[in-house]
C-alpha cells in the first residue's frame, strides 16, 4: 500500500541492511526556519515506531502539510528506539505488549552535531538523526530524532530515548528535559534560530527554559532571571494542549523536579509560576511560558478555557493530511478531476462535479481490500455487501469501546431486520492502563457471545496501527465514535474517514460538533443521561435512518460525496496549518488581551 509518498527517504523495513550504514545527509539551510515544532511523537512513516496515536498523528500530518505548502519549518522529538509497542491479544482478548526495536544509525543520516546538557546532576550526550519529510513539491521538513544511546553516557541515560510513555515519571521527566532542553540547543547549535517554538502538547514544554537559559547573559545562573526574562520567552512560544482527561497532562513531584533539573532550573520554575497543587505541571509550563494558547476543536478551546481560566485559549480545529488518508482508488479519481488537490487542498469541495457514482466505485475498492485484509489476518470471512461499522481507537474509559455493544438482543435484533451487520474493532490500551485491557476482553467476550454467526459479525483486528487506521477508515461503511462528553478533545479518525466518503455515527463532541450535518455527512447519536440512552439513540439512528439509506445506493453515494466535499475540504491539515500561521505564529488579527499585557510588559522591559 502506498500510503504517503513523503516519506519515501525512509527503508521500507524495520531490519536495516548492512548496505546502509553510512547515510549521508544531503546538507540543508536552517537558516529561515522560522517555526520549530516540538512533540513527544510524531508519526513519520508505517514502517517506524515513532508513535503511539493520534497525537503522533496529528504531528505526523502537520509536518507532511508544512512539506506540501512550503512551510519554514523544522521539527524535533526523540527516536524511540524500542518504539510503543506491538499489541498481541491472546484468543481471551487478553493484551500482551512486544517492543518494536530499529537502528536509527542503520535508517537515517546523522543530523550532523550532538549538544551535552546537565540533569540529574551530571552531563549527558545528546545525538540525533535527521527525517526528512519531502512534500508534493519537494520541499523539505527536516525531523531531528533525539538520541541518548551514546558512548560516554550513564548507563540509565543510554537507554532514555528508548520508550515511548515507557518507564515510570522519573523517566518521563528526564526524556522531556531532552526533548525541550537538548532539542533546542541542538537546533541552535546546527545553525537554527526559530522565531516561533510551538509545543505539541505540554511534553514540550522545557524548551522554555532552554530559551531562558539562552536569554541570560553567558554563564548568568537562572535564579538572575526575571519576570520580564519569563515574557520575552513566552513572545516566541505557542502552545497546543490537546486532552482535557487529567491523566493527559503530566504532572512530576517535586524532589523528581529538584533531582533531574536541578536547583537553578527547579527553582526557576516554581518562582515562574509553574506548579500546580504543589506539583511540577508540564501543561503550566506551558501555559506561563507561551504567547498563544489553543485546544484542538471549537468545542474543546472553551472546554480548555474554563480548565485555565486565568489564561485566554483559543482553538484551532485539527485535520488531517490528505493525501496520507485518501485511498489509492480515491486518489486516482481525484488526480483525473481536480490535479491540484495535493497542492491545495480546496479543491475538495468540488468533488460535487464527480458523478457520485465514481465516488462509490472506488470506495468499494477499499471495502474489497478491508475484507481481504480481515481474512488475512483472522480468517474470519465477512460479507462485501453487508451494511460494515468501523470502531477503533485507543482504548481509554471515556472512548467507551462497548457502547456499541451496550444492548446486545437489540444490536442482534437489528442484524436480523436490517439484513445483517458487521463490526470491525481494534484499539490499544497503554500497558499500564489494567481498566482499558479489561476493556478490550469484555468487547472480545461479547463478540464471541454474539458476533459469530447468522446475521451479526463483529471482529475484533490486533494491533492499531498507521496501516490498520488506514485500511479501516478507506474500508467501512460507516465509522463509529462514542466518547463520554466533553472529553474528546479532537479525534481525527472520522477526518480520515470523511476524506474517502464514509459517513461518522457520533456523539456530538470534538470535531464532530463542526462535522456534522444530520442525514448529510452522517448522524449524531443523542446526549442521554446514562450510557444506555445513549447507546438507545445510537440504535435508533442504525434502524431508522443508517440502514434505509445503504439500501438506496444512489442516495448511499450522495452521501460519500457530501463527505469529501463538505467535510473533507474543511477537516485537513493544510487548513489546520493556515490556521496557525494567521493567527498563531504570526497572527495578523490584534492580539488577545493577555498577549496584549505579555507583549507591552516584555516592551516595557527592553526599554527599561
Ligand atoms: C488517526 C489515528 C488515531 C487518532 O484517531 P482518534 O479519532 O483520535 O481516535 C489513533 N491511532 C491511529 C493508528 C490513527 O491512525
Given at each position: 500500500m502506498s500510503l504517503d509518498k513523503s516519506t519515501s527517504n525512509c527503508n521500507d523495513s524495520l531490519t536495516p541492511s548492512a548496505a546502509a550504514r553510512t547515510i549521508a545527509a544531503p546538507a540543508i539551510d536552517l537558516?529561515?526556519?522560522?517555526i520549530a515544532y516540538f512533540s513527544?511523537?510524531?508519526?513519520?512513516?508505517?514502517?517506524?515506531?515513532?508513535y503511539s496515536g493520534g497525537l503522533g498523528m496529528l504531528a505526523g500530518d502537520t509536518l507532511r502539510s508544512a512539506a506540501d505548502t512550503g512551510a519554514p519549518m523544522v521539527a524535533v522529538s526523540l527516536?524511540?528506539?524500542?518504539?510503543?509497542f506491538r499489541q498481541k491479544l491472546d484468543a481471551t482478548g487478553q493484551q500482551s505488549e512486544a517492543d518494536v526495536p530499529w537502528t536509527p544509525e542503520t535508517t537515517l543520516p546523522f543530523a550532523g552535531e550532538c549538544v551535552t546538557i546537565n540533569m540529574q546532576g551530571r552531563d549527558i550526550k545528546v545525538c540525533a538523526w535527521r527525517f526528512d519529510v519531502v512534500g508534493?513539491?519537494?520541499?523539505i521538513i527536516p525531523v531531528f530524532l533525539l538520541d541518548t544511546?551514546?558512548?560516554?553516557?550513564?548507563p540509565f541515560d543510554r537507554r532514555?530515548?528508548?520508550?515511548?510513555?515507557?518507564?515510570d515519571t522519573y523517566y518521563r521527566l528526564c526524556q522531556e528535559t531532552v526533548l525541550g532542553i537538548a532539542g533546542t540547543k541542538l537546533l541552535h547549535k546546527l545553525g537554527c534560530l526559530p522565531a516561533v517554538y510551538h509545543m505539541?502538547?505540554?511534553?514540550?514544554?522545557?524548551?522554555s527554559l532552554a530559551l531562558l537559559e539562552d536569554r541570560l547573559?553567558?554563564?548568568?545562573?537562572?535564579?538572575?532571571?526575571?519576570e520580564a526574562d519569563r515574557l520575552a520567552v513566552a513572545k516566541q512560544c505557542v502552545f497546543t494542549t490537546h486532552t482535557p482527561?487529567?491523566?493527559?497532562h503530566d504532572m512530576f513531584g517535586k524532589d523528581q523536579m529538584y533531582a533531574v533539573l536541578g536547583n537553578e532550573r527547579g527553582s526557576a520554575l516554581e518562582r515562574f509560576g509553574c506548579m500546580h497543587n504543589n506539583l511540577l505541571n508540564m501543561t503550566y509550563v506551558a501555559l506561563r511560558f507561551s504567547r498563544w494558547v489553543n485546544g484542538v476543536a471549537m468545542q474543546h478551546g472553551k472546554v480548555s478555557q474554563e480548565m485555565f481560566p486565568d489564561y485566554h485559549v483559543e482553538s484551532v480545529t485539527n485535520g488531517v493530511h490528505a493525501a496520507t488518508w485518501v485511498a489509492p482508488p480515491l486518489q486516482r479519481l481525484f488526480d483525473d478531476e481536480m490535479p491540484r488537490w495535493r497542492h491545495?487542498?480546496?479543491?475538495?469541495?468540488?468533488?460535487?462535479?464527480?458523478?457520485p457514482s465514481r465516488i462509490a466505485n472506488a470506495h468499494r475498492v477499499g471495502k474489497h481490500k478491508l475484507i481481504e485484509a480481515i481474512a488475512a489476518r483472522t480468517g474470519i470471512a465477512l460479507n462485501e455487501s453487508v451494511l460494515t461499522l468501523g470502531f477503533a481507537r485507543r482504548?481509554?474509559?471515556?472512548?467507551?469501546?462497548?457502547l456499541l455493544l451496550e444492548d446486545p438482543k437489540r444490536l442482534a435484533k437489528i442484524a436480523k431486520k436490517i439484513g445483517g451487520l458487521q463490526i470491525v474493532f481494534a484499539g490499544k490500551a497503554h500497558p499500564a492502563d489494567t481498566e482499558g485491557k479489561r476493556l478490550i476482553k469484555e468487547v472480545f467476550d461479547l463478540a464471541g457471545k454474539i458476533g459469530q454467526s447468522g446475521s451479526l459479525r463483529i471482529v475484533y483486528l490486533e494491533n492499531y496501527d498507521w496501516e490498520l487506521g488506514a485500511i479501516l477508515t478507506q474500508g467501512v461503511d460507516v465509522w463509529v465514535n462514542t466518547p463520554r462528553?466533553?472529553?474528546?478533545?479532537?479525534?481525527?479518525s472520522g477526518m480520515k474517514a470523511a476524506l474517502n466518503g464514509v459517513p461518522s455515527l457520533s456523539i456530538l463532541d470534538g470535531w464532530w460538533i463542526e462535522g456534522c450535518a444530520e442525514d448529510v455527512t452522517g448522524w449524531a447519536i443523542d446526549d442521554g443521561d446514562t450510557d444506555a440512552a445513549e447507546a438507545a439513540s445510537l440504535y435508533d439512528k442504525l434502524e431508522q435512518r443508517i440502514a434505509p439509506l445503504y439500501s438506496r445506493p444512489n442516495a448511499w453515494a450522495r452521501m460519500q460525496q457530501h463527505c469529501i466535499a463538505m467535510n473533507g475540504s474543511f477537516f485537513n491539515t493544510d487548513r489546520m496549518l493556515g490556521q496557525y500561521f494567521a493567527?498563531?505564529?504570526?497572527?495578523?488579527a490584534p492580539v488577545t488581551q493577555q498577549n496584549a499585557n505579555a507583549e507591552a510588559l516584555a516592551d516595557a522591559a527592553v526599554l527599561a
Open positions: 537558516t529561515g526556519r522560522d513527544m511523537e510524531i508519526a513519520l512513516s508505517p514502517a517506524l515506531p515513532t527516536a524511540h528506539r524500542r518504539g510503543y508534493v513539491s519537494g520541499h544511546d551514546i558512548d560516554g553516557n550513564d532514555l530515548t528508548d520508550h515511548l510513555y515507557g518507564g505539541n502538547e505540554g511534553h514540550a514544554a522545557l524548551l547573559a553567558s554563564g548568568a545562573s537562572l535564579f538572575t532571571a526575571t482527561v487529567p491523566a493527559g491545495d487542498n480546496q479543491y475538495f469541495r468540488s468533488v460535487y462535479g464527480i458523478k482504548v481509554a474509559t471515556y472512548k467507551r469501546a462497548s462528553r466533553p472529553y474528546e478533545a479532537s479525534g481525527t493567527n498563531a505564529y504570526f497572527p495578523q
